[in-house]
């Protein structure tokens, strides 16, 4: 039976990682272009240059996706901090990453409310098991 003891432990813990961690998602930026209203290329350099986010997902023409770390307007490419590039005229769509207020909360008060209790009842049930 000690062999298991600190399985629980660690189960609590790995438990308290994986649902407290900050949630986000990816938003996005209301520059899509669409066949009937498309998007200019100095529309998608103006929202990088005046937002600055620090990573964005740009789909292109073909549906590759890209993630773009820093990323910033160099001539009429959309450049990230690690070298990849995509041309500004093949963007269909670009997404921001944001932070979910209201996701980070919930999994933390969840948390709160699901871990007191187990490492209570994990408490009690090491000290009665321990031999005396």
Do not use: N
């Amino acid at each position: 039976m000690k062999r298991y003891r600190f399985r629980g432990i660690f189960l609590l813990f790995l438990m308290g990682h994986a649902t407290a961690c900050a949630s986000s998602s990816w938003q996005s930026s209301s520059l899509t272009a669409s066949p009937d209203r498309g998007v200019s290329v100095a529309d998608y350099a103006d929202y990088i240059e005046e937002m600055q986010p620090d990573q964005v997902r740009i789909t292109t023409e073909d549906r590759t996706e890209y993630v773009l770390h820093s990323p910033s307007v160099v001539g009429d490419e959309i450049v990230s901090a690690d070298g990849l590039s995509v041309p500004i005229a093949e963007i269909v769509k670009l997404e921001v990453q944001a932070f979910d207020v209201a996701g980070s909360t919930l999994k933390t008060t969840g948390l709160t409310l699901v871990a007191i209790p187990v490492a209570v009842a994990l408490v009690v049930t090491l000290l009665f098991a321990l031999p005396r």
